[in-house]
Nanobody, 115 residues
Framework: QVQLKESGGGLVQPGGSLRLSCAAS????????MGWYRQAPGKQRELVAH???????DYADSVKGRFTISRDNAWTTVSLQMNSLKPEDTALYYC?????????WGQGTQVTVSP
């Protein structure tokens, strides 16, 4: 089993920055990919960014150039640096970790971008 705990959400003005962190514990050696998803009210959950064990990354088009995902070598912490935030980035952000057979989710952290 893998447990995920997000932190770092909050309220920020447009153009501001936030850094989300996800702490993974348990059987982290089985994880091959970690990432961030978000879900805004009335919308489906969508991929924001993910990072694979070899270090390669992928981003949603809407966040490219503004968000950066990173991880530590021990694969126990994944962070999402969010710059130039926009009101449309407002959502509940979830940490995700994948092993071959199981998809793990954190409980989410709220990000609100508002004047």
């Amino acid at each position: 089993q893998v447990q995920l705990k997000e932190s770092g959400g909050g309220l920020v003005q447009p153009g501001g920055s936030l850094r989300l962190s996800c702490a993974a514990s348990g059987s982290t050696s089985r994880i091959y990919q970690m990432g961030w998803y978000r879900q805004a009210p009335g919308k489906q959950r969508e991929l924001v960014a993910h990072i694979i064990k070899d270090g390669s990354t992928d981003y949603a088009d809407s966040v490219k150039g503004r968000f950066t995902i990173s991880r530590d070598n021990a694969w126990t912490t994944v962070s999402l640096q969010m710059n130039s935030l926009k009101p449309e980035d407002t959502a509940l952000y979830y940490c995700n970790a994948r092993s071959i057979v199981i998809n793990y989710w954190g409980q989410g952290t709220q990000v609100t971008v508002s004047p």
